[in-house]
Nanobody, 122 residues
C-alpha cells in the first residue's frame, strides 16, 4: 500500500557529507512521523532521527549537531543531511513512515524502505 524508496547512500571518507532521501508513494492519506534508522553489522536497528508532520525533530545523541532531518510534506519525502561522518556511522540506513492509508482511516501503520548502505572509511 505504501512504498518507500531511499537514495543517497555511498562510500566516503571520514569527515565527509552525504544526503539521504526517502520518497513515499501509494495509497497515502497522511504521514505522521517519518524517521531514519540504521543497523550496523551485529547490532540492533537504532533510531537516528525522526520528524513529525509539523516539523518537530528528535535525534540520537550520537548524531546531534552533525545530522539534520527535514521533510517536504507536499512530496511525501524525508531527507537526512549527514555531515562530519565518522566510521562508526557505517550502517544500512532505513527510512520509516507512520502512515494513514486509504481504506483504513482510523489506524496508522509503519512502513519501511529497503535500506541504503552508508560506509565511512577512516
Amino acid at each position: 500500500q505504501v512504498q518507500l524508496v531511499e537514495s543517497g547512500g555511498g562510500l566516503l571518507q571520514a569527515g565527509g557529507s552525504l544526503r539521504l532521501s526517502c520518497a513515499a508513494s501509494g495509497s497515502i492519506v497522511h504521514i505522521n512521523a517519518m524517521g531514519w534508522y540504521r543497523q550496523a553489522p551485529g547490532k540492533q536497528r537504532e533510531l537516528v532521527a525522526a520528524i513529525t508532520s509539523g516539523g518537530v525533530t528528535n535525534y540520537a545523541d550520537s548524531v546531534k549537531g552533525r545530522f539534520t532531518i527535514s521533510r517536504d510534506n507536499a512530496k511525501n519525502t524525508v531527507y537526512l543531511q549527514m555531515n562530519s561522518l565518522k566510521p562508526e556511522d557505517t550502517a544500512v540506513y532505513y527510512c520509516n513512515a507512520n502512515t494513514v492509508v486509504r481504506g483504513n482511516l482510523f489506524r496508522s501503520s509503519d512502513y519501511w524502505g529497503q535500506g541504503t548502505q552508508v560506509t565511512v572509511s577512516s
